[in-house]
DNA sequence: GTAACTGCAAACGCTTTGCACTCCC
DNA sequence: GGGAGTGCAAAGCGTTTGCAGTTAC
């Protein structure tokens, strides 16, 4: 979703656009790497000093609520926020929390052959794939 | 893994047997409905008036390092922990958040598919489903 | 006897809340 | 102009930590 179209979606819904919700939904949902609420605002505060962390948690739960993005908790306590609303795998490095999507029809078809087994209507589903990724399988072997 | 097992288990790894880390190890390793560390510290305080919170997260992190619980971080921040270290799905409510654990061959195969295409060696996983169960959808039909 | 374990209370970290001020519409 | 949104600071809540006292071995 590009600006213009987040624009537009806000309007529809008779949310008001101001620089920091439309700051914040930009980031949030162009980034692949399910960024934590502090990351959004270390990274957004170059550009709008006066962002506070308040801000950006209503304006995560907006989204969640208008079913942009999901939350992922995890073991430590801390919630990452997923703009993929899609069926996918979560790639976690289990050492450094890296992640990142994986999709293939093979997935989507073993799924809903899950899904058809259990006869239930999901209302979200949340696959995580825990491993070590290259960088920290480098690190350790140095 | 009954009273007895865990007895020997924990004298192998040379750990004390204590009655609360008994009382608490019996009591998750035989839950199937992944309770939080208050549920465990509510329920064991009939038996053991003293028992505090810091001694059921101790040993809850202690069963964890220990491989035989895994813990599930959500949203809201909390954590539930679950004795089943096999592969399963975890059946969640949305609505109430009651949480059973579902296994198939379908998810053996889905799960052998994925790491087969990733051609990764998984260090662990998490599957949730979340669904309406039936007792909130009958409340909501009243 | 002594090292490990417990219970208590304080500290911690992330998230939520309340409220006065600001700014979009 | 009015109400939604922001920023700040305080409160909230589950979890972790530190330490003195206790217990298993």
């Not at 620089?19 to 692949?32: D, G, H, M, N, V």
């Not at 950006?56 to 609520?65: G, R």
């Amino acid at each position: 979703m590009n600006t213009h179209n987040i624009i537009n979606f806000l309007r529809e819904k008779g949310l008001k656009v101001t620089s920091q919700r439309l700051a914040i939904c930009s980031f949030i949902l162009s980034r692949k790497d399910h960024p934590t609420a502090e990351q959004i605002f270390q990274e957004l505060r170059d550009e709008y000093p006066t962002i506070s962390l308040g801000t950006i948690y209503k304006t995560l739960h907006l989204l969640k609520d208008l079913r942009l993005i999901q939350e992922l908790g995890f073991n430590n306590g801390s919630i990452r926020y997923d703009p993929d609303m899609e069926l996918h795998v979560n790639m976690i490095c289990s050492k450094c929390g890296k992640i990142y999507d994986y999709k293939t029809k093979n997935v989507k078809n073993l799924w809903d052959a899950i899904l058809s087994e259990l006869n239930v209507k999901p209302v979200g589903q949340r696959i995580d794939v825990y491993y070590e990724c290259d960088d920290c399988k480098n690190i350790n072997s140095t």
